[in-house]
T-cell receptor, first 105, second 111 residues
Framework: GEDVEQSLFLSVREGDSSVINCTYTDSSSTYLYWYKQEPGAGLQLLTY?????DMKQDQRLTVLLNKKDKHLSLRIADTQTGDSAIYFC?????FGGGTRLMVKP | DAGITQSPRHKVTETGTPVTLRCHQTENHRYMYWYRQDPGHGLRLIHY???????DKGEVSDGYSVSRSKTEDFLLTLESATSSQTSVYFCAMAGSTDTQYFGPGTRLTVL
């Protein structure tokens, strides 16, 4: 079946850039998504990219999509302590296991 | 997101008892989903609905049933709860696009 995989953990210093990576197997998805989950909360849609795009930029967020390698990444510029959370990539119905981002002051 | 709510938010129950979780949306969205979230597994789809009385199984549907008698409500039932069903349950909704919006979650503990 479909599979979405992410690294478990990323630690960065405040002000640095964060890059969270994701690989997927189902190439039929129309959109690919990034969600943010803060402690004790539900998932919040952060951004998404249409499958025929290579890149999407939204303020501090940049999403890169490499369809050939089935690789999706989320770059957060000027990472802040408020960005500390778990980030999930997903296609329509399949979610990765989440990457816990820790931002050190 | 205020457009989608879940109840209860927390529940503790005993093995063998039936449990029903409710998801309620006010956006008139066609699609609704139930997921469970467990450490190391991310979110896994239990059941989903593509309209009133139209439901289908997801990846981990065993031990769960759902009902959707109205557009706004999607119920998840554990007929006889087991300890392996201790989890955080999220429902989600989606309109004409694929984008899903999630409820705040229900933490269920089965003793």
């Amino acid at each position: 079946g479909e599979d979405v995989e992410q690294s478990l953990f990323l630690s960065v210093r405040e002000g640095d850039s964060s890059v969270i990576n994701c690989t997927y197997t189902d190439s039929s998805s129309t959109y690919l998504y990034w969600y943010k989950q803060e402690p004790g909360a539900g998932l919040q849609l952060l951004t998404y990219i249409f499958s025929n795009m290579d890149m999407k930029q939204d303020q501090r967020l940049t999403v890169l999509l490499n369809k050939k390698d089935k690789h999706l990444s989320l770059r957060i510029a000027d990472t802040q302590t408020g960005d500390s959370a778990i980030y999930f990539c997903a296609d329509m119905l399949t979610f990765g296991g989440g990457t816990r981002l820790m931002v050190k002051p | 997101d205020a457009g989608i709510t879940q109840s209860p938010r927390h529940k503790v129950t005993e093995t063998g008892t039936p449990v029903t979780l409710r998801c309620h949306q006010t956006e008139n969205h066609r699609y609704m989903y139930w997921y469970r979230q467990d450490p190391g597994h991310g979110l896994r789809l239990i059941h989903y609905s593509y309209g009133v009385k139209d439901t289908d199984k997801g990846e981990v549907s065993d031990g769960y049933s759902v009902s959707r008698s109205k557009t706004e409500d999607f119920l998840l039932t554990l007929e006889s709860a087991t300890s392996s069903q201790t989890s955080v349950y999220f429902c989600a909704m989606a309109g004409s696009t694929d984008t899903q919006y999630f409820g705040p979650g229900t933490r269920l503990t089965v003793l």
